[in-house]
């Protein structure tokens, strides 16, 4: 199992692997988290969104192992943006979860034509000046978004979740992050399952004896990114986490480079997204 952590901005680490919840059924989410904490994982991202966070919760506490060894991240949802807003929101997150604490809580999306992302940055600093949200961030926030958050705050967020995977590398965005010392982690990071097919990764993946799943993953983290690939399926995310025996050559690396298209985002352009 693939264990290492990176030490974000404020000085608190995230494990570099985790395991993804969106569209995870509330029926499945229990027994899919303590499935992946059996398997080795201790980093859980899930939303309000998601509509599952009462089965995470559920499924932390069945895997029978410490609170304090679980990263766990949930995210305030656009209709809930606002100072006051966002407070209840996180409120009602802690409730499902029946927890009094996250360890990252993230702005799911900026939704500029509401206009309130700043406002719910303001709410999220002061749930950590609380202690109840023990890191913050976003998540599919550009440059512009970022800036103005820094702008009109002072305080940077310490990682940017963003749909990120072969076919859509997003390097620019990569490059605004290390330059103001902000995690990047993907979503969507095998595409999908778009990636999977791809000639060239399935080439690597034979090379290798591993699937194309793991070969993915595996340059996600030797790229320095954070990685949350979802699954329900008790095999394939053992197998997801098995990325810690071999290592992606120069080569390989530069091929899924070539990889990176100018069309290859999936989901919603946060400038434009208006849900």
Known sequence: MYETALQLNDGSSIPQLGLGLWK???????RTVATAIGAGYRHIDTAAAYQNEEGVGDGIRRAGV???????????????????????????????????????????WPSPTRG????????????????????????????????RLM??????????????????????????HAELGIATESWSPLGQGGVLTDPAIVDIARRHGRSPAQVIIRWHVQSGLIV???SVTPERIVENGAIDDFALTDDDVAAIAALDRADGRIGSNPDTATF
């Open 116 to 147: 309130r992302y700043v406002d719910t940055w303001r709410a999220l600093i002061q749930l950590k000046q609380e202690g109840r949200a023990k890191a913050i961030g976003v998540s599919n926030f550009t440059p512009e978004h970022l800036a």
């Open 66 to 108: 410490p609170r304090d060894s679980i990263f766990l991240t949930t995210k305030v949802w656009n209709t809930d943006q606002g100072y006051d807003e966002t407070l209840r929101a996180f409120d009602s997150s802690l409730e499902r979860l029946k927890m009094d604490a996250v360890n990252l809580y993230l702005i799911h």
């Open 151 to 176: 702008s009109e705050t002072g305080i940077v967020p310490v990682l940017n979740q963003v749909e990120l995977h072969p076919h859509f590398q997003q390097r620019a965005l990569r490059k605004v």
């Open 24 to 30: 995870t059924p509330a029926e499945d989410a229990a």
């Open 228 to 230: 949350i690939p979802k």
